[in-house]
């Protein structure tokens, strides 16, 4: 046995070529079982409120009873104005909706804010607005944030509670329901002189832009084409979106939490819902649009996959989603299904959590803000998942480096064809030579290609939405003739240089997985999910090489891989996905460009400066062995 | 003549038999909360149910320590401003209009606590924050927080370990700050705290054994906390219900078998080996005793003998003034005896001591120190010469 470790290990083509092979395989193999085992019980967690001071479901809730007669009372008044101004409610949210390319009229007209503004004033709440406008991919969007605020009446006003109720839904219908519940709230708790905290109510026109132009503006990052906000309160400790847009009694409700580039609020508040609205309301809660879980491995299993979905492309989800980037936790609670519960449960939840809120010392800080849920009540951690997108990532960082390694031995090809037949004296003489490496041309090279990911990158954020599908699609004709053309270049020279030496294939495809690995591996810790994501769909690449043998398997076997590749390119695999899903691409890219310029995500950067030059080196090296 | 000594000796002797029977004549109570924050609610309860019960049985506020870290009344959570009740009916406002908290706030600390018990204070600490307990007080001294393995958490910020605890009790002793101790506490795993005391006279209670936690009783949903711990509350349920007056003769014994594992959810303890006649004389000590306020009187006894007492301390002092009068006597002989020898030994008895003081440090000997620091130099380089000188010849 130890004599055979000594022969492979005195064995450069094992060491430098086998081995690295074996260990990025078992990297990717055991990454990817590592995620599958995560919903089994003894992987995964149960939640269990950390923090002492939240004490979720111990106060008795009073909003019941009169309180629905003022709702009503609201209600209609809303709904006066609404249908004096616009007939059709429906014709009005299309309108919303359909993207025409210009200035988008949003439905909340000064004489809705005008009433909204009354109420509250009535209340006995400070009332101020907020007018905003924001471009981007040639759709202008603007409205208006109308908000009040409670000042705790024995608070010091150093912090603050937020209750968002949006006159749209994250699925953009009417939440007339949702908004009229936030006004008689603000009513019945204006005369609680329990609060410790300020509570503001913010009336946002929809759930995309509303809350990031105020929140923004309340920490004065705000672009110049949104208005400062004349009225503030303090540190903002947490934040409940109100959603009911449904005209029925609901069944459930449901619990979105993710936030802007995967970012996630406190595991706690998550726990507070649900234990607020499961155990003293009765209300069961749901999260993922998993409606019917049972809690087998399958369901769980979706549910997460669900989660690192929207925390990969780390889109909005809601209203709530731009609370995270200033490390305000917060979630929607959105009403589904057909049942029992009414306005006033939905009112008593909310309740009894700001009350919980309230009851917060300090910031939400005692549970994870790195986890991945898997049912109302079951969780794993960072430390648990992290391995999985950790082993993808290395697995590129260890062919870099073997790579790095291989290149350094002289004469590389030759030993590697001719392993073994030589004695072995003579190969240790050879191998321990130093060869020296040939870096400026890979490079340049690999530097150049991370650089030119730019460009699509400033062009799927800058031009106007009409252009995205034709865009996307010329991206993917660009990905079929630039690796073969740079490939061209390279091995023929073209009078321009001389042709690559096979050290130098090496070299490029060392840096390009070295970058991918730093990248990957970095990502992990801040956003698992992408990483994970990125990583799965650029594992081929650890295995692109420049091919040898005889010519017409040489070429079929390139041919044949450089279409698979193709594939798995950036664009194609956005075009499978929006097929799949069966959403327009140029909706998607829009939403992209949106959330690249209103909600400072970062998808895209990933996507353009990582995920696309290591693929074009992938294609590069492998388009090389054709010619 | 003969009939004064005669009735003088029969008034010593009642006054010994009031002695031996080992009466106390103050009592003084301290109450120690120990955590802070809203949800501690509970804790601050606690505390103010005994605050009120004590007060209840006549001990006057002059005499209890009342230390709350926190101020739950005023806090704007709380939805009856002003008040603090330690049960969900809210039928007894704890905080009502006749409260009187000594330390407060970030004055609960584990030093004040210990500076307190072994008067450790500076003179202008004022009479409110003193323990001024002697050696005829019972004292009550009741805890309550979060706790540990031999330790009690103090605010979030420290904790009082059961060694340090001991240590203050044996330190009262030894001060005389204590007739008889009752030591109760209310935290998780309670017992372990008094697992240490080494002093006598003390009688110590808690909660939970090692490794149990204490449990809240009740929450009240208006205020939306917990108000209660369950040991407190059994303990309050047979002080308010059964220790209806000072005169009530109901024992220790009595209140520690009240103790009911399954209302209470944690096992109880008791410890007695302290205590100067063990368990059967420490049932016998009334509740009162240590709960309410007595008013006897001890007149200062001339044939007591126990410690602490007046002949005693009078002895001791003899015994002393004794011994340094021997010693004088000593000391005196010598240098008589000195005097007379002092043609051939005065060189051994009165040499003046060599002055000690501030020396320069090259006063003596630099010139030879310099030579040597030279030489050492010297040798250094000429290796180092050689050294490089050899090592470019081989190579």
């Known amino acids: 046995m130890p004599a055979a470790i000594r022969n492979l290990r005195s064995n450069p083509h094992f060491l430098f070529v086998r081995l690295p092979k074996l260990l990025s395989l078992l990297c990717i193999v055991v990454g990817v079982a590592w995620l599958l085992l995560l919903p089994l019980n003894e992987y995964s967690r149960r939640t269990y409120i950390s923090e002492n001071a939240l004490l979720p479901g111990q106060v008795h809730a009073y909003f019941t009873g009169s309180e629905q007669n003022i709702f009503r009372g609201y209600k209609k008044e809303l709904e006066g104005i609404l249908n004096d101004e616009t007939k059709d409610r429906a014709e009005v949210t299309a309108g919303y909706v359909s993207r025409g390319g210009h200035?988008?009229?949003?439905?909340?007209?000064?004489?809705?804010?005008?009433?909204?503004?009354?109420?509250?004033?009535?209340?006995?709440?400070?009332?101020?607005?907020?007018?905003?406008?924001?471009?981007?991919?040639?759709?202008?969007?603007?409205?208006?944030?109308?908000?009040?605020?409670?000042?705790?009446?024995?608070?010091?006003?150093?912090?603050?509670?937020?209750?968002?109720?949006?006159?749209?839904t994250a699925d953009d219908k009417l939440n007339l329901n949702g908004v009229t519940l936030a006004l008689t709230l603000a009513r019945y708790f204006k005369r609680w002189s329990l609060w410790s905290k300020d509570i503001i109510f913010l009336i946002t026109p929809d759930s995309k832009t509303g809350t990031q132009a105020w929140i923004d503006a309340y920490h004065d990052m705000h672009p110049a084409s949104v208005q400062?906000?004349?009225?503030?309160?303090?540190?903002?400790?947490?934040?409940?979106?109100?959603?009911?847009?449904?005209?029925?009694?609901?069944?459930?409700?449901?619990?979105?939490?993710?936030?802007?580039?995967?970012?996630?609020?406190?595991?706690?508040?998550?726990?507070?819902?649900?234990?607020?609205?499961?155990?003293?309301?009765?209300?069961?809660?749901?999260?993922?649009?998993?409606?019917?879980?049972?809690?087998?491995?399958?369901?769980?299993?979706?549910?997460?996959?669900?989660?690192?979905?929207?925390?990969?492309?780390?889109?909005?989800?809601?209203?709530?989603?731009?609370?995270?980037?200033?490390?305000?936790?917060?979630?929607?609670?959105?009403?589904?299904?057909?049942?029992?519960?009414?306005e006033m449960a939905l009112g008593r939840t909310i309740e009894s959590l700001c009350r919980s809120l309230n009851n917060l010392l300090e910031h939400l800080h005692q549970s994870f803000f790195f986890y991945l849920l898997m049912q109302s009540n079951r969780f794993v951690s960072i430390g648990t998942y992290l391995p999985s997108a950790m082993l993808l990532a290395g697995n590129f960082t260890i062919m870099a480096i073997a790579l790095w390694m291989r290149t350094g031995y002289y004469p590389e090809t030759k030993s590697v064809q001719t392993k073994g037949e030589k004695a072995p004296a003579e190969e240790k003489a050879k191998t321990s030579n130093i060869a020296e490496r040939k870096l400026?041309?890979?490079?340049?090279?690999?530097?150049?290609?991370?650089?030119?990911?730019?460009?699509?990158?400033?062009?799927?954020?800058?031009?106007?939405?009409?252009?995205?599908?034709?865009?996307?699609?010329?991206?993917?004709?660009?990905?079929?003739?630039?690796?073969?053309?740079?490939?061209?270049?390279?091995?023929?020279?073209?009078?321009?240089?001389?042709?690559?030496?096979?050290?130098?294939?090496?070299?490029?495809?060392?840096?390009?997985?070295?970058?991918?690995?730093?990248?990957?591996?970095?990502?992990?810790?801040?956003?698992?999910?992408?990483?994970?994501?990125?990583?799965?769909?650029?594992?081929?690449?650890?295995?692109?090489?420049?091919?040898?043998?005889?010519?017409?398997?040489?070429?079929?076997?390139?041919?044949?891989?450089?279409?698979?590749?193709?594939?798995?390119?950036?664009?194609?695999?956005?075009?499978?996905?929006?097929?799949?899903?069966?959403?327009?691409?140029?909706?998607?890219?829009?939403?992209?460009?949106?959330?690249?310029?209103?909600?400072?995500?970062?998808?895209?950067?990933?996507?353009?400066?990582?995920?696309?030059?290591?693929?074009?080196?992938?294609?590069?090296?492998?388009?090389?062995?054709?010619? | 003549m003969a009939l004064l000594s005669r009735f003088l000796q029969a008034f010593a002797l009642l006054l010994l038999a009031i002695a031996v029977s080992a009466e106390h004549t103050s009592n003084w109570a301290v109450l120690v909360s120990t955590s802070r924050f809203w949800f501690n609610y509970r804790h601050l309860a606690n505390v103010l149910s005994l605050y009120r019960t004590v007060k209840r049985l006549g001990i006057p506020d002059s005499q209890i320590i009342l230390m709350l870290p926190d101020d739950m009344a005023c806090n704007p959570r709380n939805a009856f401003p002003g008040t603090v009740y330690s049960n969900a009916d809210r039928a007894v406002d704890l905080y009502g209009d006749n409260i009187e908290v000594d330390y407060r706030g970030y004055e609960v600390t584990v030093e004040n606590f210990i500076r307190l018990l072994t008067d450790r204070l500076d003179e202008d600490v004022p009479r409110s924050k003193r323990l001024g307990s002697d050696s005829g007080s019972n004292v009550l001294v009741y805890m309550t927080g979060h706790g540990g393995d031999q330790f009690l958490k103090f605010q979030d910020a420290e904790e009082i370990g059961a060694w340090d605890l001991a240590h203050a009790f044996e330190q009262?002793?030894?001060?005389?700050?204590?007739?008889?101790?009752?030591?109760?506490?209310?935290t998780c795993q309670a017992n372990t705290m008094y697992t240490h005391f080494y002093s006598p006279n003390i009688i110590a209670t808690g909660s939970s054994e090692i490794d149990q936690s204490s449990y809240s009783h009740h929450a009240d949903n208006d205020v939306g906390v917990a108000v209660i711990d369950r040991w407190t509350y059994y303990v309050l349920e047979f002080l308010e219900t059964q220790v209806t007056s000072v005169?009530?003769?109901?024992?220790?014994?009595?209140?520690?078998?009240?103790?009911?594992?399954?209302?209470?959810?944690?096992?109880?303890?008791?410890?007695?080996?302290?205590?100067?006649?063990?368990?059967?004389?420490?049932?016998?000590?009334?509740?009162?005793?240590?709960?309410?306020?007595?008013?006897?009187?001890?007149?200062?006894?001339?044939?007591?003998?126990?410690?602490?007492?007046?002949?005693?301390?009078?002895?001791?002092?003899?015994?002393?003034?004794?011994?340094?009068?021997?010693?004088?006597?000593?000391?005196?002989?010598?240098?008589?005896?000195?005097?007379?020898?002092?043609?051939?030994?005065?060189?051994?008895?009165?040499?003046?001591?060599?002055?000690?003081?501030?020396?320069?440090?090259?006063?003596?000997?630099?010139?030879?120190?310099?030579?040597?620091?030279?030489?050492?130099?010297?040798?250094?380089?000429?290796?180092?010469?050689?050294?490089?000188?050899?090592?470019?010849?081989?190579?």
Not at chain 1, 274 to 281: D, E, L, T
Request: proline share 4%.
């Open chain 1, 103 to 168: 200035a988008e009229q949003l439905l909340i007209l000064d004489r809705v804010s005008d009433k909204v503004q009354s109420i509250f004033e009535e209340a006995g709440l400070k009332f101020a607005r907020q007018k905003y406008e924001y471009n981007s991919a040639g759709i202008t969007h603007q409205g208006e944030n109308s908000y009040a605020i409670i000042h705790a009446p024995r608070g010091d006003a150093t912090e603050a509670i937020v209750l968002v109720a949006p006159w749209l």
């Open chain 1, 440 to 627: 400026a041309l890979p490079l340049s090279l690999v530097v150049g290609l991370h650089l030119l990911g730019l460009v699509p990158l400033w062009v799927f954020n800058n031009v106007s939405h009409q252009y995205f599908t034709t865009i996307t699609f010329v991206v993917l004709g660009v990905d079929i003739i630039l690796p073969l053309s740079l490939a061209a270049i390279l091995s023929n020279g073209l009078g321009l240089s001389k042709p690559l030496i096979p050290q130098q294939y090496h070299l490029i495809k060392s840096f390009s997985l070295l970058l991918l690995g730093l990248s990957l591996s970095t990502l992990a810790t801040l956003n698992f999910s992408l990483s994970f994501m990125i990583g799965l769909l650029c594992t081929p690449l650890s295995f692109m090489t420049r091919l040898q043998g005889a010519a017409p398997a040489r070429l079929a076997t390139s041919g044949l891989g450089l279409a698979l590749l193709n594939l798995l390119s950036p664009p194609t695999v956005l075009l499978g996905v929006c097929w799949y899903t069966g959403v327009s691409v140029e909706t998607v890219l829009t939403e992209a460009a949106f959330g690249w310029d209103v909600w400072g995500m970062w998808t895209q950067v990933v996507v353009w400066c990582v995920w696309w030059p290591a693929w074009l080196i992938g294609g590069v090296l492998l388009g090389s062995s054709i010619f």
């Open chain 2, 172 to 186: 009262m002793w030894e001060k005389k700050r204590y007739h008889e101790l009752l030591f109760m506490i209310d």
């Open chain 1, 228 to 342: 400062p906000l004349p009225l503030k309160s303090g540190a903002l400790q947490g934040a409940l979106v109100i959603e009911y847009p449904l005209e029925h009694r609901f069944q459930t409700l449901h619990i979105v939490y993710d936030g802007v580039n995967g970012q996630l609020p406190n595991l706690d508040l998550f726990n507070t819902a649900v234990s607020i609205a499961g155990g003293q309301m009765g209300i069961g809660a749901n999260l993922q649009e998993m409606w019917n879980h049972d809690d087998s491995y399958e369901n769980r299993l979706q549910t997460m996959v669900r989660g690192m979905t929207k925390q990969g492309l780390g889109y909005a989800t809601g209203a709530h989603s731009s609370f995270m980037p200033y490390h305000i936790d917060a979630i929607t609670l959105q009403t589904k299904g057909e049942g029992w519960e009414d």
């Open chain 2, 247 to 395: 005169t009530s003769k109901l024992n220790l014994g009595d209140l520690f078998d009240s103790y009911d594992e399954s209302k209470i959810h944690s096992q109880p303890g008791v410890r007695w080996d302290l205590f100067t006649g063990q368990e059967q004389e420490g049932r016998l000590r009334t509740v009162v005793d240590f709960f309410g306020n007595v008013q006897n009187v001890e007149v200062e006894n001339a044939n007591a003998t126990e410690p602490g007492s007046l002949k005693e301390d009078l002895a001791e002092i003899a015994r002393l003034v004794e011994k340094w009068q021997k010693r004088d006597e000593e000391y005196a002989d010598v240098l008589a005896r000195n005097d007379t020898d002092e043609s051939h030994s005065s060189s051994l008895h009165l040499k003046p001591k060599s002055k000690v003081g501030p020396t320069k440090m090259t006063e003596d000997g630099s010139w030879g120190k310099r030579l040597v620091g030279l030489a050492v130099v010297g040798v250094c380089s000429a290796i180092w010469i050689a050294g490089s000188v050899l090592g470019r010849k081989s190579g």
